[in-house]
């Protein structure tokens, strides 16, 4: 899967979606999508990641604790 990062607009292609889709890991294995050359594997912080649309990542993906409002309330 692809996704742009948000401070150079650089595509970033995710290695593991597993840790992608898991909000208790903060980072993603990726590497750019930029030149000919495949750049080696890095880490990216979830948070400075976006849908190449522009669409921020789903909370479900980011915050394992974004629902806890809700629960408290019911």
Do not use: I
């Not at 150079?8 to 840790?19: P, S, T």
Request: proline content about 7%.
């Amino acid at each position: 899967m692809f996704l742009k990062h948000t401070s150079n607009g650089h595509l970033v292609e995710v290695l593991a979606l597993q840790d992608l889709f898991d909000p208790h890991r903060a980072n993603v294995v990726g590497r750019y999508n930029v030149g000919e050359e495949m750049p080696e594997p890095a880490l990216f912080d979830k948070s400075e990641l976006m849908f190449p649309s522009g669409e921020d990542l789903p909370n479900c993906w980011l915050d394992a604790h974004y629902r806890d409002a809700e629960l408290k309330r019911a």
